[in-house]
């Protein structure tokens, strides 16, 4: 596709399961960032890839938040242990390359309600 | 550490008005400046950044923004609003070294009225 898409666009899911969060992004890009946006909150960083090089995980709120990103393409968020103020919207989104004036591009987001 | 803010929580202007969403930032060395809309249930949508020369950045819709060095500030404009750009607008900060994610700022949402 010609922009990054994200899967589930919606997921309901009960309190203390996991759930699996995908990205795709645009081809060729080997930046790639997930974002978080909470209800009437701005854009929160959570984790940054660039080609091979070791993630910058600096904004992972807890140890039940991980990221994985296969053949340097698709990436998956996992988030354990799912708790109510995990609810929110998740952003991914991903770039040229790691040149500080790339245009980041952004998916339509998974939106994410614990219940 | 950089950082960025947006002022105002909400800007109203009516249709045909010159419409202004503010942002100021702090960085410690060179900053890329972009901006961003986010519709109603939408990701965001690039509009404009600035990189390097012309402090006077054109973009999408119509939208402009002037980086101003000595008073850190990168405000978007647009000389004639639309309601169809009634919408949430981020402004985001990125060093050219050191963190590579974008740090925004926390939105403005820009009203339109008929």
């Known amino acids: 596709g010609a922009g990054v898409s994200q899967s589930p666009s919606n997921k309901v899911t009960e309190k203390g399961k996991d759930v699996e969060l995908r990205c795709d992004p645009i081809?060729?890009?080997?930046?790639l960032y997930w974002y978080r946006q909470s209800l009437g909150q701005g854009l929160e960083f959570l984790i940054y890839?660039?080609?091979?090089?070791?993630?910058?995980k600096s904004g992972l709120p807890s140890d039940r938040f991980s990221a994985e990103r296969t053949g340097g393409s698709v990436s998956t968020l996992t988030i354990q242990r799912t708790q109510q103020e995990d609810s929110a919207v998740y952003l991914c989104?991903?770039?040229?390359?790691?040149?500080?004036?790339?245009?980041?591009?952004f998916g339509e987001g998974s939106w994410l309600t614990v219940v | 550490a950089q950082s960025v803010a947006q002022p105002e929580d909400q800007v109203n202007v009516a249709e045909g008005n010159p419409l202004t969403v503010k942002c100021t930032y702090s960085?410690?060395?060179?900053?890329?400046l972009f901006w961003y809309v986010q519709y109603p249930n939408r990701g965001l949508q690039f509009l404009l950044k600035?990189?390097?020369?012309?402090?006077l950045v054109k973009g999408s819709y119509g939208f402009e923004a002037e980086f101003n060095k000595s008073q850190t500030s990168f405000h978007l404009k647009k000389p004639s609003a639309l309601v169809s750009d009634s919408a949430l607008y981020f402004c985001?900060?990125?060093?050219?070294?050191?963190?590579?994610?974008?740090?925004f700022g926390s939105g403005t949402r820009l009203q339109v009225q008929p």
């Open positions: 989104a991903s770039s040229e390359g790691q040149l500080s004036g790339n245009t980041i591009y």
């Open positions: 081809s060729g890009h080997t930046a």
């Open positions: 890839f660039q080609g091979n090089s070791a993630p910058d």
């Open positions: 960085v410690s060395g060179n900053p890329y």
């Open positions: 600035y990189i390097t020369g012309d402090n």
């Open positions: 985001a900060v990125r060093l050219d070294t050191g963190r590579r994610a974008l740090t």
